[in-house]
């Protein structure tokens, strides 16, 4: 049997957090099936990345001055070299701004199957099977490849702690491609997004309004509620677009990613992009009139209320002291 391939994110020599979760899916799977795991950390210098990875029998790395900072054509090189060298059964890849790059140039390089928007996955004899979801999260496709495959798996589908474990494997250093010196794409200058004095990833609280809250006007009242939980305020995609709160409150895969103790979502339907921002998050709390709202299916509380009767009630009773 081959083995299953986890390709690492990797950002100023640390491992991102939804790796970590990727390499407890790759875990999951190695155990039920015998399969060994191996990790992939492409960068300048993978060495401290590399010792992040914990889980993986065996870490492949691959160092060279084109892999740092981030560059797709590069990585998609590396990574299809790998898989051409290793022929791992299955090559996991997260549901990121990275994984959008490379998972499908993989799968066309490479010509395997890909299943996109994984949510679950199991391997039977030489076959995948995968839960993923379409339309944001509203409906459930249950998925079947031959291996070897590529999936892509969503944030939050997986555990983040269970992918920290381990006592560490062998680590292989792999020679970088010859393609790495020919590239037609280079790096001209990495922008950091402004603060606005926000630091979302350190809070504990968060209480994040949606699209569903329907004005600029009426934030103040989750403004009020955030403020007497202690939280701080932040926002979905929508809000931001129409300029209803600035960019750094933005949750999402091209906003910031939590994981506070607590997340309040109100008017927050729950899209992929969404769920990939916060799904770490200790305890999720929803409130949304549409029950088929996918937030639901990463909350550990609901309501389906609404958030314009709920909020001015909860207010009062914070200020009670209730």
Not at 292 to 315: E, K, M, N, Q, S
Request: hydrophobic share 45%.
């Amino acid at each position: 049997m081959g083995a299953i391939l986890v390709y690492i994110e990797s950002r100023s020599g640390r491992v991102l957090p939804g790796s970590f979760e990727l390499l407890a899916a790759g875990r999951a799977l190695a155990d039920a099936t015998g399969r060994p795991m191996e990790a992939l950390v492409c960068a300048a210098d993978p060495t401290e990345p590399a010792g992040e990875v914990r889980a993986a029998d065996r870490v492949l790395t691959v160092a060279h001055p084109a892999l740092s900072p981030y560059l797709p054509q590069a990585h998609s090189a590396v990574l299809a070299a790998v898989a051409a060298e290793r022929q791992p059964d299955l090559v996991l890849v997260g549901y990121t701004s990275a994984g959008l790059d490379i998972a499908s140039s993989l799968a066309t390089r490479t010509s395997r199957p890909l299943l996109a928007y994984c949510r679950t996955l199991r391997l039977d004899g030489g076959t995948l099977h995968a839960e993923a979801q379409a339309y944001g999260g509203k409906l459930v496709a249950s998925l079947t490849a031959p291996l070897p495959a590529v999936a892509m798996v969503m944030p939050g589908a997986f555990a983040e702690e269970a992918g920290r474990g381990g006592s560490g494997g062998e680590e292989v250093a792999l020679a970088p491609p010859a393609a790495l010196d020919a590239l037609g794409m280079r790096v001209i200058e990495e922008i950091e997004p402004e603060s606005g004095g926000v630091d979302l990833t350190q809070a504990e609280k968060i209480l994040c309004v949606g699209r569903g809250i329907g004005e600029a006007a009426k934030i103040e009242v989750a403004a009020e509620v955030a403020a007497l939980l202690g939280a701080e305020l932040a926002a979905s995609r929508p809000v931001v677009d129409s300029g209803w709160l600035e960019k750094a409150r933005q949750v999402g895969k091209s906003g910031r990613k939590v994981a506070p103790r607590l997340y309040v979502a109100v008017g927050v339907s729950g899209a992929p992009e969404h769920l990939e921002g916060m799904g770490s998050a200790e305890l999720i709390v929803a409130v949304n009139v549409d029950a088929r709202a996918p937030i639901f299916g990463a909350a550990h509380y609901g309501t389906t209320c609404d958030l314009f009767d709920l909020l001015p009630v909860l207010a009062l009773r914070l200020r009670e002291g209730g």
